[in-house]
């Protein structure tokens, strides 16, 4: 436990929190928490289809930001761990047309989610371009 708390403080002097000081992760966290807020309201009937499926879709875009950084020392790692992001990012977008279609999710919160995750997909291509500036180097 007292190393836990060492390491905090040690974060907190050095200001860095790793992959958590990503805007890319801020924003589709941020995002994810917003559809469990807005399926709170979808039927109950879509519990276990529709509700879970975009729930999971779009937690697994900040867990797979988070695995890409703490694999960062293998570059086609790191790459294809921010490439699944972007295939969850765009899951989610398919369930977001879905629950808008469906009626469950008005067109201004779609807009508004869709236009959070257009600049997701931006950021983690952005990476992906430039992943060399992101990658650390191996001591072996």
Excluded: C
């Excluded at 969850?88 to 236009?115: H, M, N, Q």
Aim: charged fraction near 35%; aromatic fraction near 12%.
């Amino acid at each position: 436990m007292e190393y836990a708390v060492s390491t905090a403080q040690k974060r907190k002097k050095l200001n860095y929190n790793g992959y958590r000081d990503l805007k890319v992760f801020q924003l589709s966290y941020k995002l994810a928490m917003d559809i469990f807020e807005t399926t709170k309201t979808f039927p109950k009937e879509e519990r276990y289809s529709l509700t879970d499926q975009i729930r999971r879709s779009s937690r697994s875009i900040a867990a797979n930001i988070a695995e890409a950084w703490k694999k960062r020392i293998y570059p086609k790692m790191f790459v294809s761990k921010l490439i699944d992001a972007t295939g969850e990012a765009g899951e989610t977008e398919v369930w977001l047309r879905i629950s808008k279609d469906s009626g469950y999710l008005p067109k201004e919160k779609y807009e508004e989610l869709i236009s959070g995750y257009d600049e997701v997909n931006r950021m983690l291509y952005g990476m992906v371009e430039k992943h060399k500036k992101f990658t650390v180097k191996s001591n072996t």
